[in-house]
């Protein structure tokens, strides 16, 4: 059996190993595939779904998480593709406070994605998590992209102090019970916050300069290591 396939992607045909993504094979061919939840050192769980691409099935691929296969014809930005990716950030917008979030504000321009297009739908609100001396969870912007379960699970810190909780448009980042942090096997490394593509998970020097205390304000406060129980934003 030969281990590598060929498939066209926008019409360019490429040969890859065999197991290599549509994304991955498309960057090879220098064709960009827009992502949120996917980071290239963290497993990909096709969750956003913002990286569909039409594969030649009646539903649409993720192509984080979906093998090249011999004789796919890929197109990566049919109109169909971005209406699907102009539906999902317009969904995204109406749901998460999205302020700091530049690489998904962008796709909005470029998708031309109407931020008020379900305007008046439920919005997912969280307390602001200010528990510890070191970083703020603030999950009012979360996309659930999975990116700091992964990091502190087996992708790096193996500390699992992050799950999720809830179901359905309920499901959130939380620690086990609730528990604050402090009180978790989070160990600070921060990578959690190194992998967030939105400004939910914020070091907590980076949050207080932004509030305006001065540089010895902010080291006094991130020194002390006084925890507050779930201060509310
Ligand atoms: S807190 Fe950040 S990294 Fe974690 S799921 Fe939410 S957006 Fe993703």
Redesign the pocket.
């Known amino acids: 059996m030969s281990n590598t396939v060929t498939l066209s992607i926008n019409g360019l045909e490429v040969t890859v190993p065999a197991g290599t993504t549509i994304l991955e094979a498309a960057r090879l061919l220098g064709i960009e595939i827009p992502v949120i ?1 996917y980071h290239p050192h963290l497993t990909a769980n096709g969750l956003c779904r913002i990286c569909a691409v039409d594969a030649g099935g009646r539903v649409q691929a993720a192509a984080c998480v979906t093998p090249c296969a011999n004789g796919m014809k890929v197109q990566t930005d049919s109109e169909s593709v971005r209406r699907a990716r102009r539906t999902i950030l317009e969904m995204l917008a109406a749901t998460v406070d999205l302020s700091e ?1 530049p690489q998904i504000l962008a796709l909005l321009a470029e998708y031309g994605a109407d931020a008020s297009r379900f305007a008046g739908g439920a919005r997912r609100e969280a307390p602001i998590y200010d528990d510890n001396p070191f970083y703020i ?1 603030d ?1 009012n ?9 992964q ?1 502190c699970a087996e992708d790096a810190q193996y500390a699992f102090a ?1 799950n999720f909780e809830g179901r359905g448009f309920y499901t ?2 939380a620690t086990f019970m609730g528990d604050p942090m402090p009180d978790t096997t989070c160990v600070f490394c921060g990578q ?1 916050v190194g ?4 400004g ?2 914020k070091p907590k020097r980076q949050a207080l300069l932004e509030q305006g205390l001065s540089a010895d304000e902010v080291f006094a406060q991130t020194r002390s290591g006084r925890r507050k129980k779930h201060m509310v934003g």
């Not at 912007?141 to 379960?149: D, E, L, S």
């Not at 992998?195 to 939105?198: L, N």
């Open positions: 939840c979030a969870r999950y912007q979360c996309v659930n992209c999975w990116r700091c379960v990091v992050l959130r980042i959690c992998v967030c593509p939105t939910a998970l």
